[in-house]
């Protein structure tokens, strides 16, 4: 049996029809650029994630880069963030001018409040949240910690869409949210596109502006811009993909409630941390394990035709082109070397997943 990490071919079968009627419909009124499916999206996402305002863009990695743009932080000040992440989040901090300073995670991947605290510095003005494999951070002790020091939150929620925390979605935390929309995410166009969110109406503004090449009217320019507009036909695609979304993330949080009883307690593997007193709402945009014989779990699981895959290997920490300033960093280097991801598609069938299942606790014995 072969299983395949992610199958977009068994969802495009599903949704054919809705989707060519919607491309066949932009098409047939050539509305191609900043058309009414582009705000009817935005209004929907922002609704869903009890935000403010909702900007699409053209990646999610825009949508970071445009929103550490908007902050118009001093230059060379610092933002506090985690290494376990994608390149995309310290890219925008990097080339906004500003420094990332990188403060370990915990056990759930996610960035430590304890090592927040002791990051801080006179020149640290924002804490860049990441919510990883579809869990929130402890939003509470982080907003505790900004509060107290007087510090921004901006969250990298490219992971967590529908991901909550005591109630509150990812996204809605911080001055600004980034979200990708990336075909791999469990919310996906039909090729690269992202959004902003915030609750400052003057800052969604700016980021509006901003992607549309520095104009909020036609040809009246107000500053260099950037072209990050969400194309039409993304938004289109996305609206047909939304109405899906309570259903696919209820298929994956069943698909990872099934491994979860079913690998639990087995020598050399540790599963994703569970929701605590049901503070965590999550969405499982990865589910992730860790074993110290990542290698070897990973060559037996292919031997059997499971497809697999790592969040992130190389750690940015340890790419030396980048040319980053990284210290105890513990437990993100031990993760990074420990962790893969396992199939948790909600189109793979319950014996695709029992085949995982059993080529795991084959290994293991």
Not at 9 to 25: S, W
Not at 186 to 201: H, K, S
Not at 231 to 244: E, F, H, M, N, P
Not at 293 to 298: F, G, M, N, Q
């Amino acid at each position: 049996m072969q299983v395949r990490y992610i199958y977009l071919d068994r969802q495009y079968r599903t949704l054919r029809r809705e989707i060519l009627d919607a491309v066949d419909g932009i098409f047939q009124r050539a509305a191609f650029i900043l058309r009414p499916e582009v705000t009817e999206l935005e209004r929907a996402l922002a609704a869903r994630l009890g935000v403010g305002h909702v900007v699409g863009l053209n990646s999610g990695t825009d949508a970071l880069r445009l929103g550490m743009h908007g902050l118009d932080l001093p230059a060379g000040c610092e933002v506090l963030t985690p290494a376990h992440t994608f390149i995309s989040t310290i890219g925008a901090i990097v080339q906004a001018g500003l420094r990332p300073v990188f403060v370990d995670i915990g056990a759930d991947y996610n960035v430590d409040p304890d090592a927040i605290e002791a990051a801080i510095t006179p020149n640290t003005r924002a804490i860049m949240v990441v919510h990883l494999n579809g869990r929130v951070c402890r939003m509470d002790r982080i907003e505790a910690i900004a509060k107290r020091r007087g510090l921004s939150i901006i969250e990298d929620a490219a992971q967590a869409i529908d991901a909550k925390f005591d109630g509150r979605a990812a996204g809605a935390f911080g001055r600004w949210g980034a979200f990708s929309l990336h075909p791999m995410k469990i919310l996906g166009a039909a090729g690269d596109a992202g959004f902003l969110t915030t609750n400052d109406a003057a800052f969604a503004d700016e980021i509006r502006m901003l992607r549309n090449i520095g104009q909020r009217e036609k040809n009246v320019f107000e500053t260099f811009g950037y072209n990050s507009r969400l194309d039409t036909l993304q938004a289109a695609i996305c609206l047909v993909k939304l109405a899906r979304l309570d259903a696919w993330v209820a298929q994956r949080r069943r698909l990872a409630a099934r491994y979860d009883s079913e690998l639990s307690g087995l020598n050399w593997l540790t599963l994703p941390p569970p929701p605590g007193d049901g503070e965590h709402y999550d969405v499982y945009s990865s589910y992730v394990v860790r074993t110290a014989r990542r290698d070897e779990l990973r060559d037996h699981l292919a031997q059997a035709g499971i497809e697999t895959m790592i969040h992130w290997w190389p750690p940015l920490c340890e790419q030396p082109r980048l040319k980053l300033v990284t210290e105890g960093l513990a437990m993100t280097e031990r993760i990074s070397r420990e962790v893969v991801s396992l199939p948790v598609d909600p189109d793979m069938t319950d014996d695709e997943q029992a085949h995982v299942i059993k080529t795991i606790r084959r290994f293991v014995a």
